[in-house]
């Protein structure tokens, strides 16, 4: 069984920072798995926002291009996304996703709201 928590959510106001911190747990070999980010605002589909993958490579959604950064700890099995310059409409649940192959895993996902 595989574990995915995420933590760091809250309210920000606008123009502010924030780190989001996804832990994973159980029977996971972390290093080999891709992790993404993602999030889902009120009244729309859920969307990519970042990808780390096992070797280190990034990619990011265009909005938030520039101004999030995604990590990882491999020794801690655990993957970030800091967040900078933040609006009002990256206000949304924010999800980690685990994958490799045919397996997936996703946590329950934290709320960051941005607002003054």
């Known amino acids: 069984q595989v574990q995915l928590v995420e933590s760091g959510g809250g309210l920000v106001q606008p123009g502010g920072s924030r780190g989001l911190s996804c832990a994973a747990s159980?029977?996971?070999?972390?290093?080999?798995?891709?992790m993404n980010w993602y999030r889902q605002a009120p009244g729309k589909q859920r969307e990519l926002v970042a990808t780390?993958?096992?070797?280190?490579?990034?990619n990011y959604a265009d909005s938030v291009q520039g101004r999030f950064t995604i990590s990882r700890d491999n020794a801690k099995n655990t993957v970030y996304l800091q967040m900078n310059s933040l609006k009002p409409e990256d206000t949304a649940v924010y999800y980690c996703?685990?994958?490799?192959?045919?397996?997936?895993?996703w946590g329950q996902g934290t709320l960051l709201t941005v607002s003054s």
């Open positions: 996703n685990a994958n490799s192959h045919s397996l997936t895993f």
């Open positions: 780390i993958r096992s070797g280190g490579s990034t």
């Open positions: 159980g029977t996971i070999f972390f290093p080999i798995y891709t």
